[in-house]
C-alpha cells in the first residue's frame, strides 16, 4: 500500500511514451514527468504541526477544491416518521452546512460545550480532547448532534480509534449515561432518548456500513439496539428495517468482491490468446461496439458501479497513521482497508492497457489508425458525459510509449480532437482546465434536468492527491493535544461532494456483450505490447533492436 500511494500521489497526465499513472499488481511502471519524479519524495518532509491557515497559505493552487460552491448533500434515508411521541430531531443536509468556506459556521451547542473540553471560535468548533468530540457526537434528551458533525467525526475518527472501540464507548455513554440498563428510570425519558440513539445508528449504518464487517462492531450495534428495542413495538421495528439494511448492504458487498476475483482469476495474458487462436478470428472492440457513445456509456456503467462500492472511510484508512497518542502498536495495519477503492484503481490500470493493446494488435497500419480514432472519439464522448475517470485513462492508454513510438500509424491520424482532450486535460496550473471542467460538470448536476446530466465522475487519481495532502499538510493533533477537528470540517467537504458523486444512478441501458468484453478481455503485458509495437513498425536505434530480439526470446520462444 505504501508504494501504491507513493506512486499514485507522484502521476500527472503522463506526456507521450508514459504508462498508466497508477500502480498494478501485474504492471509496476507509473508514468511520472521527470520532474514529478523528482518530487515524489517531499511528501514525507510535509510539516506536521501547522495550523489550517498556514497549510492554506502554502497550497493556494488548491484554493479551488476548498472554495467551490457547489452544494453537495446525502441521500441516506432518515426516519421518517416520528418514533412514539416524540419527533426526531431535524439536522440539515450537507447542502446547507458545509458552505464555501469548508466547514459549518453554525454548529448547535449546549452549555457543556463551553467548558467540556471543544474549543469554539465564533460559534465553530475549531477542536477538541477526543473524549469530548466523543460525548459530543452521543444524544441526549436535549441534544441531537448536527448532521454534518455525524459525518466528520465518524469519517475522522478512526485516525486515533478502532470505529469498534468508538461504538464501544458510545454504547457505554448511551447505556449508563441515559440510564437504558436500569428498570426503573423514567420511561418518558427513556422514549425521549431512544429515537435519537436509533436515529444515529441508522445514519452511522447508512453512510459507513462497512464498518460493521467488524465482528466486534456489529456485536456492540445488536446490544444497544437490543436495549432499544426492548421498549416499545414501534422501536422494534424500526431496529429491525436498520439491521435488515444494513445486512442487505453487507452482503451486496460481499457479492461484489466475489465478482471482482473471479474476473481476476479469469484474466489472461492477450499474448498466450494470439498463440492459440489465429489473430484473423479474434475480435477487437470496433466489432463489439462500432458506436463510440454506446462505448463510453458502456465505461460509465463500470466506473459508477466501481465508485459505488467505494467507502468514505477508505481516503482516510488509505493514509492514516499511528496516533502519536495511542499506545496500541498494531492498529496500522489493521486500519488499512481500502480494498474497494484499490480495486478502482485496477480498473483505471486495465482500461489503460487495454486501450494500448487494441491499438498495438492490428497488423496493418491503417487498422491501427483507425483503432486510435475510435478511441479519440470514445474519450471525447466520455467528456460530454462527464466520466472524466474513463477519459484519463483512455489519453494515458494512447500516450504509453509502444502506441506513441507509432509514428507511421500515427501521421495516419487526425489528431485535432485529441489535441483538444489533452489540453483539457493539462497537468499544467494544477490541472486548471480539468478543474474548471469538473466544477462545471458538477454544476450541471445540480440543475439537472435528466439523470444524464447528474453523472460527474472525477479524474481519481487527482481526488486522491487533493485528498492526501490536505490530511498531510495539517496536523492531526494541536500542540495542546486537541484534536484539531477544523482540518477535518475541510476533509468531510471534500469526501462528500464524491459521496454525492458515486450515489447518481447510470442512465444508460447495459449492453452485457460490451461489458464482458471490457471487463474480462485479456489484455497485453507491458512486455508484450512493446513486443507487438516493434513487430508493428520496426526498431529505430539500437536499444530497440536489442529489446525486440530480447523480447521475442523471452516471449514468443515460451510454450
Known sequence: MAKFLAELLGCTLPSKGASPMFESKNHSRVGLKSSTKQKTTVFSTLASEKSLSDCKKEQQWKTSMYSSKTPVCFTNPLIEKPIGKESMPQTPPFSAMFDSSG????????????????YYH??????????????????????????????????????????????????????????????????????????????????????????????????NLKDLAHRIASGEETYRKNVQQMMQSLIRKLATLSQYEEVLAK?????????????????????????????????????????????????????????VQKDPLDNDKSCYSERKKTRNLEAYVEWFNRLSYLVATEICMPVKKKHRARMIEYFIDVARECFNIGNFNSLMAIISGMNMSPVSRLKKTWAKVKTAKFDILEHQMDPSSNFYNYRTALRGAAQRSLTAHSSREKIVIPFFSLLIKDIYFLNEGCANRLPNGHVNFEKFWELAKQVSEFMTWKQVECPFEKDRKILQYLLTVPVFSEDALYLASYESEGPENHIEKDRWKSLRSSLLGRA
Open 103 to 118: 466547514y459549518n459556521r453554525n454548529l448547535y451547542q449546549s452549555a457543556e460545550d463551553s467548558c467540556g473540553g471543544l
Open 122 to 219: 465564533d460559534n465553530n468548533l475549531l477542536s477538541g480532547s477526543l473524549e469530548a468530540l466523543i460525548q459530543h457526537l452521543v444524544p441526549n434528551v436535549d441534544y441531537y448532534p448536527d448532521r454534518t458533525y455525524i459525518f466528520t467525526f465518524l469519517l475522522s475518527s478512526r485516525l486515533f480509534m478502532h470505529p469498534y472501540e468508538l461504538m464501544a464507548k458510545v454504547c457505554h455513554l448511551c447505556v449508563e449515561h441515559q440510564r437504558l440498563s436500569d428498570p426503573d428510570s423514567d420511561k418518558n425519558q427513556i422514549r425521549k432518548i431512544a429515537p435519537k440513539i436509533l436515529q444515529l445508528l441508522t445514519e452511522w449504518t447508512e453512510t459507513f456500513p462497512y464498518d460493521f464487517r467488524d465482528e466486534r462492531m456489529m456485536r
Open 263 to 319: 474476473i481476476s482469476s479469469t484474466s489472461t495474458d492477450r499474448l498466450t490468446v494470439l498463440k492459440t487462436k489465429p489473430q484473423s478470428i479474434q475480435r477487437d472492440i470496433i466489432t463489439v461496439c462500432s458506436d463510440p457513445y454506446t462505448l463510453a456509456q458502456q465505461l460509465t456503467h463500470i466506473e459508477l458501479e466501481r465508485l459505488n462500492y467505494i467507502g468514505p472511510e477508505e481516503f482516510v484508512q488509505a493514509f
